[in-house]
């Protein structure tokens, strides 16, 4: 789909949206257009609201230009000559981009003789080389995303080969809005959506974040670890971060005793480099040590991350962030990662720490940041490493990739027991005791519905075994199974057992 397409094509259509959004609107101020990983997106400053609802009209002007076989020209005029071109159009947000531009000549291009931009390029030759171009989203931004600079519209949008390809495209967004984890919730008894649009987990879906979380602390051998439970919510990292360190003073007398290792188990309301996890639950690994020792044992602890999230079959990349990539820890992270056959890209950012960002990407282009690793300098000679797994979006990504039919591992039910009246409820239970004692999920359903009414219920939540007991399975120590739904007959409790066994592979 979007994938074939080339950077300058995506390049090319941020311009010609720029373009129609300046013929749509009056007093248009443009700001910075640039590619993204799966599409582009342009900033303006318009007079009036842009909606949703809008984006058709823009969507169909676009079109028109590119019908329009426009040529794009590269201009250069002097750094002086620019601004007062800009600023003569009003554009003060570009005039205010070539000031900080050092060149005293600088580049622009034009789309046919309508539309000039400040651009380096590059582009296709004309407009009905760009392919097909939808319009996805629109979010409030600021210059420079600065909170302190004037409000902008963002409007985001994607560029296909063919039309062939936008259609696809359209109807895997059609599935996703019946297959999107609130819906999956929903109909799979995971979870309720309250008021303010945030989720609540119900009893089923929280034995699968617990199934989460074993497997991670699993991972790390948690008997070597402090737990931490902080009952206050962090609005971002650097207050949790400050909080943990006057937690590890106080517990500790001097920070020569290393090695110190905790989980802090916490709430974050937002995380600063991303617009789209506003709130989520942070399972955190930390090791705090001198240096030498924490580079010694990297490997092992993001071995650890690795095999977790290996054991959930989750194919991931990272974006590790650093101010250089020669400094020791950005370096050996990325060895680590090559090692272990992992895509990585390297991001130099103004940033004293050094971070990686753990992300997959969907059948749907969407993508999910599931975990990071920091590196952080306490003072000389310390080092805090942190394995911090957000476990909330790990459990939303795993239930949309499954599309709510988790695998046995984590399936919060393995059985549900049907008695087929009062009568039964005892041997019921004596049942379900010796199926947990087995290490499976089971649970008796002795609710005042009638039988029908049960298996209906099992089979809509797609519990994979269903037994049924009353007098003829409780005189022969037996069960009658559904599966499929379709009768399988009656089973002993050895045979039940050997066939969950043999099917759940546990």
């Known amino acids: 789909m979007a994938g074939n397409v080339s950077d300058a094509q995506k390049h090319s259509a941020a311009h010609v949206l720029a373009m129609a959004v300046s013929r749509l609107y009056d007093n248009v101020k443009i700001g ?16 009036e609201e842009i909606k949703i609802e809008d984006l058709p009209k823009i969507e169909a002007e676009i079109n028109k230009i590119i019908q329009s076989n426009l040529k794009f020209q590269q201009v250069s005029l002097q750094r002086d000559q620019a601004i007062n071109l800009l600023l003569q159009r009003g554009q003060i947000y570009k005039a205010e981009l070539v000031r900080l ?101 119900t009893e089923r879906g929280t034995v699968i974040y617990k199934k989460i979380d074993q497997i991670f ?41 290393f090695p110190y290792r905790y989980i802090l188990n916490t709430n974050l309301s937002s995380l600063s480099f991303s617009k789209f996890i506003k709130r989520l639950e942070v399972l955190s690994f930390r090791y705090l040590d001198n240096d030498l020792d924490i580079a010694q044992g990297l490997g092992d602890q993001i071995s650890n991350m690795i095999e977790a999230l290996k054991a959930l079959e989750i194919d991931f990349v990272a974006d590790i962030y650093s101010m250089d990539f020669e400094e020791s820890f ?74 709510g039919l988790m695998p046995d591992y984590l399936n919060p039910i393995d059985v549900v027991c049907i008695p087929i009246n009062k009568r039964y409820y005892d041997y019921a239970q004596k049942v379900v005791d010796l199926l947990n004692e087995q290490g499976f999920s089971a649970f008796v359903n002795n609710r005042s519905q009638s039988l029908n009414r049960k298996i209906w219920s099992a089979e809509k939540l797609k519990i994979p075994f269903q037994i049924i007991v009353g007098q003829k399975e409780e005189a022969n120590t037996s069960v009658s199974l559904r599966e499929g739904g379709a009768d399988s007959g009656l089973l002993s409790l050895e045979s039940l057992i050997n066939k969950i066994h043999e099917s759940l592979r546990r």
């Open 330 to 403: 950005a370096k050996q992270i990325s060895s680590i990662l090559q090692r272990n056959i992992i895509s990585h890209n390297k991001v130099i950012k103004e940033t004293k720490d050094v971070y990686a960002f753990i992300k997959v990407e969907d059948k749907y282009e969407k993508e999910w940041i599931l975990a990071d690793i920091k590196v952080h300098t306490v003072k000389q000679g310390l080092t805090c490493v942190q394995y911090n797994i957000y476990l909330t979006e790990l459990w939303k990504y795993l239930l949309e990739r499954h599309e």
């Open 101 to 201: 531009i050092p060149d005293q000549e600088v580049s622009f291009f034009k789309t046919g003789d309508e539309f000039i931009d400040l651009c380096r390029g590059p582009h296709i030759s004309s407009t009905n080389q760009i392919g097909v171009v939808t319009l996805t989203k629109i979010e409030p931004t600021f210059w420079n995303e600065d909170p302190n600079r004037p409000k902008m519209t963002r409007i985001y949008g994607k560029v296909f080969r063919t039309l062939e390809d936008l259609m696809e495209y359209k109807k895997l967004q059609e599935d996703l809005k019946e297959k999107n984890f609130l819906n999956l919730s929903a109909k799979y008894h995971y979870g309720i959506i309250d008021k303010e649009n945030d989720l609540i987990l």
């Open 217 to 257: 602390k699993g991972a790390f051998d948690v008997s070597k670890f402090k737990e931490i439970h902080l009952t206050k919510s962090f609005s971002n990292e650097l207050e949790l971060d400050s909080v943990f360190y006057s937690l590890v003073k106080f517990d500790n007398a001097s920070f020569r005793d």
């Open 32 to 47: 910075v257009g640039p590619v993204t990983r799966d599409g582009f997106y342009y900033d303006f400053d318009l007079d």
